[in-house]
């Protein structure tokens, strides 16, 4: 059995993928890399089986039909036999030096009296003609050197959460949790990190910058043109968020600390939503914010009075032609200080 599972969604990646691979192959024989060629047309399937002839105890290369990203991370999750999961997009790679260092604690706190589901670690944001590299940490809000569960963790500052590319979930947990994302639907990184959460019981953080997020191609996901234009997959992706917190309240509720981070991710995920609507500006998009208010509001009156009356939510929701310029205004101001695009 490996130590840890590492799936790569490639979609036409040909131009990029062999440094995303070629930076996790130093972990050797502990790693399994899988690489999902997600129906791709150019050369992404022979690169694969490339690397898959070239490293056979390491490298897989799995073929399949096109399904998006979230039917990649789900093909990836099926097929790995390590003891933890970790999913590395095409375009982003490692840091070596905090990859050994991830492995050497996923060996020291695998098969110890508690079970590690989830290890959390930093990442940087690679952001094309930025010279200043921007570092998401945790430090000061997760407890470090030892594992810890939720009553530990910290107040998380706006525009500090975590994201896919911060974790590391044990295999057994993801499948034991259900989670399947949905296909042919971008922005479900937020569900994989967001739906397994009620089932972690301990956690550990390493204050290591292992992550580079490339952040700079026109054509990325995230690139926000891009998200305006696919803004309706970001809202079912907000709805199917929402559904899930209804879904498990009372579970959820039972643990405070759980109940606030979860609803703070949401609170964000939310005002995403909210703000891209806002720069889209027509009478279109601002009917969809509110369609998805009152899509909140009818699935739990108390989550949303949470979500509108909120720091967020207010600043998200002031009123007039001022208040959408105000709102703008501050996201402009987030998004250069915290590095996002």
Known sequence: MKLLSIAIPCYNSQDYMAHCIESLLPGGEDVEILIVNDGSKDDTAKIADEYAAKYPTIVKAIHKENGGHGSAVNTGIENATGIYFKVVDSDDWVKEDAYLAILEKLRELTGGVD???????????????????????????????????WEDVGHFRVGQYILMHSVIYRTKLLRECGLKLPEHTFYVDNIYVFEPLPYVRNMYYLDVNFYRYFIGRSDQSVNEKVMTGRIDQQIKVNQIMTDYFVEKKSEIMGNKPLAKYMLSYLDIITTISSILLIRINTPESLEKKRELLNYIRQKDKKVYRKLRYGLLGNCMNLPGKTGRWISVEGYKICQKFFGFN
């Open 115 to 149: 079970t590690l589901d989830l290890l959390i670690s930093n990442f940087v944001y690679e952001k094309e003609g930025e010279r200043r590299k921007k570092v998401m940490r945790y430090k000061h809000v997760l407890p470090e050197y030892r594992m810890f569960g």
